[in-house]
């Protein structure tokens, strides 16, 4: 790992925070704070009235999907956050993902909480015995371990920014469908606020990423990264979640998959080295999303969020 990396450097002359020595990365810090929430903000009394009314096959896809999040919250994006922030020196950065670990403790708080409340110890069993044993599961933990365990410290934060949305996004696009029901208010409320702090922790990694890195990395190996995410997820998708019993269509959640990366590989590779025509040469995934985007749905209609506004 690069010593030099002003991310990484010992700051033994800072005894305090002030005077602030990067403002852009102390802002980023002040909008997290300022989102500062407890699960005591979630009022689920309504969800389990409105899950009575739910057909047998609804309740078994909610079961599946807060038991996979939670499982990916547990075993893949805190860990990548613990990882990384161990490296982390600069005070401005070290408070960002101090006070992201505090939040991510209350997003498994809270999935915890609408676990508990809707299944039984033998039911949550079942699920989490079904996820272990699926081998997408497996390939998220392994790709985990392989780019968390990164010699270089550009592929950890690439890889903390995809941790962070494709192996979120995708099972979350299936609550905001669940929404459409007109049921469950205070669990799909908790997955807006979930779904707004993990794009501002994406963005932030996007941020050192993109503005405050030294070390050289090239394109081909941020799309090696996030495209393996991708396939990973699409496989658990596919292998997990039964998308029939609440009439989502595996391709369109597949495609909103391919437009959440072009779309993170592009916040990534802004004002970096790479020309303008290389980037268009090497973006695999560019035109597929555009398309995409044209025919089908416009960022407002995925929720797109960033510090400055709300889901």
Request: charged letters at 30%; proline letters at 2%; aromatic letters at 10%.
């Amino acid at each position: 790992m690069n010593k030099q990396e002003p991310l990484l450097r010992d700051n033994k002359d800072r005894f305090v925070i002030f005077p602030v020595k990067h403002n852009d990365i102390w802002d980023a810090y002040k909008a997290i704070e300022a989102n500062l929430w407890t699960s005591g903000a979630i009022d689920i009394h309504q969800d389990l009235l409105d899950r009575q009314q739910l057909s047998e096959e609804k309740r078994l896809f909610l079961n599946k999907i807060i038991g996979l999040i939670l499982h990916s919250e547990n075993n893949l994006n805190g860990k990548s956050t613990k990882k990384l922030s161990q490296n982390i020196k600069l005070p401005e950065a070290k408070s960002f993902f101090d006070l992201q670990v505090v939040m991510e403790n209350t997003h498994t708080e809270t999935y915890s909480i609408c676990l508990n409340s809707f299944l039984t110890a033998t039911e949550q069993e079942e699920i989490f015995n079904e996820i272990e044993a699926s081998p997408a599961t497996a390939a998220r933990e392994e790709w985990i371990k392989k780019w968390t365990n990164s010699p270089s410290f550009a592929e950890k934060l690439v890889a903390l920014a995809t941790a962070k949305s494709i192996f979120s996004y995708g099972s979350f696009a299936t609550i905001f469908w669940i929404k459409n029901w007109g049921l469950m208010p205070g669990l799909c409320y908790a997955y807006e606020m979930i779904y707004r702090d993990k794009a501002l922790h994406r963005d932030f990694a996007t941020q050192l990423f993109r503005d405050h890195l030294l070390e050289n990395i090239s394109d081909k190996k941020v799309q090696q990264i996030i495209g393996e995410a991708v396939a990973i997820e699409k496989e658990v998708i596919s292998n997990f979640l039964p998308l029939d019993l609440i009439d989502l269509n595996a391709k369109s959640l597949n495609e909103y998959l391919d437009y959440e990366s072009n779309r993170l590989f592009t916040g990534l590779l802004v004002n970096r080295t790479s020309s303008e025509e290389e980037y268009a040469k090497e973006s695999l995934l560019e035109k597929r999303a555009k398309n995409f985007s044209k025919s089908n749905k416009s960022d407002k209609d995925f929720n797109k969020i960033s510090k400055n506004t709300d889901l």
